[in-house]
């Protein structure tokens, strides 16, 4: 039997084409099971084979080497794919990390506690991966598309104190926490502007040890597009 083609809007690039079902988080970041609440979006060849699943695997392998998540279970179990993508010279994240530097790694009281290397990554590649993640979550959990000229604002946060405040502070707002499965690989909160909700904060949590905060259009843009 034919395969049954369906057209619809891709939630990533806003064009009218071939869709498939596209995983919002990435599969790759989880081991063999899925949570069923996996959050799902209609994505075009373009977006859901090609950009997405390059920026997908992109991002694994950065959060399976960055110092924050390393010692997490998930990461620890799934860093062989890792290292089979490179002896297979498959990875472009170890294209960049092999430019990477080491540093000094110190406890709170000051302490050498070892080196770890500090890798200077296109930010466009992590950006790009977190915008189009905000866009399907965008979709999926508030059933409107941000508007193609949207702008983002993708900042690393650092310092989890204040990032707990700022979370507490957003869910009194009104603001909704969102984790996929148990949360271990993925967890985020959300808010909205109530008389313009494409004016929007996210926080993005991978591992419980990378958060990543990603505003939209906090410069203002046209209204939701449906």
Request: glycine share 6%; proline share 6%.
């Amino acid at each position: 039997m034919a395969k049954k083609i369906v057209r619809g809007i891709c939630v990533y690039c806003g064009n009218l084409d071939e869709v498939t079902e596209d995983h919002v988080i990435p599969k790759c970041l989880f081991l063999t099971g899925r949570p069923g609440d996996m959050p799902k979006v209609n994505a075009c060849k373009a977006c859901n084979n090609a950009e997405k699943s390059v920026n997908d695997t992109y991002l694994r392998d950065f959060l399976l080497l960055d110092m924050d998540s390393a010692e997490q279970p998930v990461p620890q179990q799934l860093f062989e794919k890792f290292a089979r993508a490179v002896h297979r010279d498959q990875s472009i994240f170890a294209h960049h990390a092999m430019r990477s530097q080491p540093v000094e790694l110190k406890t709170p009281s000051g302490l050498f506690a070892g080196l770890a290397y500090g890798i200077q990554l296109p930010d466009e590649r992590i950006t790009k991966e977190l915008t189009m993640i905000v866009r399907g979550l965008y979709y999926a959990y508030i059933d409107e598309r941000l508007p193609q000229m949207t702008p983002f604002e993708v900042i690393r946060q650092r310092d989890m104190s204040e990032v707990e405040a700022n979370i507490q502070v957003l869910l009194k707002l009104g603001g909704k926490y969102m984790p996929v499965g148990d949360g271990d690989v993925f967890e985020c909160v959300y808010g909205c502007a109530v008389e313009k909700p494409d004016v929007s904060l996210w926080y993005l949590n991978f591992y419980r040890r990378v958060v990543f905060s990603v505003a939209t259009n906090r410069r203002g843009s046209p209204g939701n597009n449906r």
